[in-house]
């Protein structure tokens, strides 16, 4: 942690303005740009999804109407951000926040030239659309951040939902007794996910403070292993 610490009160323009929880558990994978820059590729996502990337993507993308407007919370590695960005086409706006620069700088290289997408660098619990959006997407964001980060990020992305919108969440969830991956996952958890595990106790909707006012549904994958839940504004 010191030498974090160190890079960022020296300058480093791709640790300033990083929270902690960032620079101290997720360094290796979201915000030192070498290893960013190793690990943004389709296969490392399929392999880190057990297969399962085309699936759960595809969920994603599905839900996405031409024409909307659509914020992703963050950058993904693979080529997510540009099937989503061409699905809303270009009637439509497609906005990726993300908190660290190198994520901010992979995903301005892949939206170069497509003139319905924008990036910004913003914390996805504070940021505010111009426009409300139709459709607000977080894509295995939420269980990365501590569990007072999930309860704010839950909250903004449904209050940024336009009337009749949807709020999609593609995350984990806690596998069925009998999906071995989960003991996998429990170890993987314990070394390097500390945030991960509390969705396998506690449902998305808990987090939110007005869940009333949407309404939630969820399919699970794989054994348990994924979730797909959608919150759609009632009014």
Same mark, same amino acid.
């Given at each position: 942690?010191?030498?974090? #610490?160190?890079?960022?009160?020296?300058?480093?323009?791709?640790?300033?303005?990083?929270?902690?929880?960032?620079?101290?558990?997720?360094?290796?994978?979201?915000?030192?740009?070498?290893?960013?820059?190793?690990?943004?590729?389709?296969?490392?996502?399929?392999?880190?999804?057990?297969? #399962?990337?085309?699936?759960?993507?595809?969920?994603?993308?599905?839900?996405?109407?031409?024409?909307?407007?659509?914020? &992703?919370?963050?950058?993904?590695?693979?080529?997510?951000?540009?099937?989503?960005?061409?699905? *809303?086409?270009?009637?439509?706006?497609?906005?990726?926040?993300?908190?660290?620069?190198? &994520?901010?700088?992979?995903?301005?290289?892949?939206?170069?030239? *497509?003139?319905?997408?924008?990036?910004?660098?913003?914390?996805?619990?504070?940021?505010?659309?111009?426009?409300?959006?139709?459709?607000?997407?977080?894509?295995?964001?939420?269980?990365?951040?501590?569990?007072?980060?999930?309860?704010?990020?839950?909250? #903004?992305?449904?209050?940024?939902?336009?009337?009749?919108?949807?709020?999609?969440?593609?995350?984990?969830?806690?596998?069925?007794?009998?999906?071995?991956?989960?003991?996998?996952?429990?170890?993987?958890?314990?070394?390097?996910?500390?945030?991960?595990?509390?969705?396998? #106790?506690?449902?998305?909707?808990?987090?939110?403070?007005?869940?009333?006012?949407?309404?939630?549904?969820?399919?699970?994958?794989?054994?348990?292993?994924?979730?797909?839940?959608?919150?759609?504004?009632?009014?």
């Amino acid at each position: 942690m010191t030498t974090l #610490n160190t890079r960022a009160s020296a300058g480093d323009p791709y640790y300033q303005d990083v929270p902690d929880y960032m620079t101290e558990v997720y360094d290796w994978a979201y915000v030192n740009p070498r290893k960013a820059r190793m690990l943004d590729h389709k296969l490392v996502v399929r392999t880190l999804l057990f297969g #399962n990337d085309q699936r759960l993507m595809r969920a994603y993308l599905d839900e996405i109407r031409p024409g909307e407007r659509v914020w &992703q919370v963050a950058h993904v590695y693979g080529d997510l951000v540009q099937r989503a960005a061409a699905r *809303v086409g270009e009637r439509g706006r497609f906005t990726l926040t993300d908190v660290t620069p190198i &994520q901010v700088e992979l995903a301005e290289g892949k939206l170069a030239g *497509v003139p319905q997408a924008e990036v910004v660098r913003a914390d996805a619990a504070r940021y505010q659309a111009d426009q409300r959006p139709d459709l607000v997407c977080s894509f295995f964001l939420l269980h990365e951040v501590p569990e007072g980060m999930k309860s704010a990020i839950v909250d #903004n992305m449904l209050a940024q939902v336009a009337p009749g919108g949807r709020a999609m969440f593609v995350d984990y969830h806690r596998p069925r007794p009998w999906q071995p991956i989960g003991w996998l996952l429990k170890w993987v958890n314990r070394a390097l996910e500390p945030f991960a595990e509390a969705l396998w #106790n506690k449902e998305i909707a808990a987090y939110a403070r007005e869940a009333e006012r949407f309404d939630w549904r969820k399919r699970t994958v794989f054994g348990g292993v994924y979730q797909i839940v959608v919150a759609q504004r009632r009014d």
